[in-house]
């Protein structure tokens, strides 16, 4: 079954540190670009972060400042989201989402992705 599936999220404090896991499954790990996005309350669906599961490229949105990191690993057929010195406006769902790698590295547009896990919930309190 092709499917995604997020874990690691919760409550932190700030400064504190989460990783977030997407579990990607065999039919959909293969020459993929899997990204993390994020969607705060009120607020429209953002990129995060993305890699591929050939090259292992990665690509960031300029505004992180680099506190978030994305990692993969083979075995697991998994992508963490390393986020670092958590702060308030990082409270958000954090989704990951699968798209066709078809160049050398992946983009964070929304658009170019087509298989989405159902989220996990990151909430940060002072």
């Known amino acids: 079954q092709d499917q995604l599936m997020e874990s690691g999220g919760g409550s932190v404090q700030t400064r504190g540190f989460l990783k977030l896991s997407c579990e990607v499954s065999?039919?959909?790990?293969?020459?993929?670009?899997v990204a993390w996005f994020r969607q705060a309350p009120g607020k429209e669906r953002e990129g995060v972060a993305a890699?591929?599961?050939?090259?292992?490229?990665?690509s960031y949105a300029d505004y992180l400042k680099g506190r978030f990191t994305i990692t993969r690993s083979d075995a697991r057929r998994s992508v963490d989201l390393h986020i670092k010195d958590l702060k308030t406006e990082d409270t958000a769902k954090y989704y990951c989402?699968?798209?066709?790698?078809?160049?050398?590295?992946?983009?964070?547009?929304?658009?170019?992705?087509?298989?989405w896990g159902q989220g996990t919930q990151v909430t940060v309190s002072s």
């Open positions: 989402a699968r798209g066709q790698l078809r160049g050398r590295d992946c983009s964070i547009a929304q658009t170019d992705y087509n298989v």
């Open positions: 065999a039919s959909l790990y293969a020459d993929s670009c």
């Open positions: 890699t591929d599961t050939y090259f292992g490229s990665k």
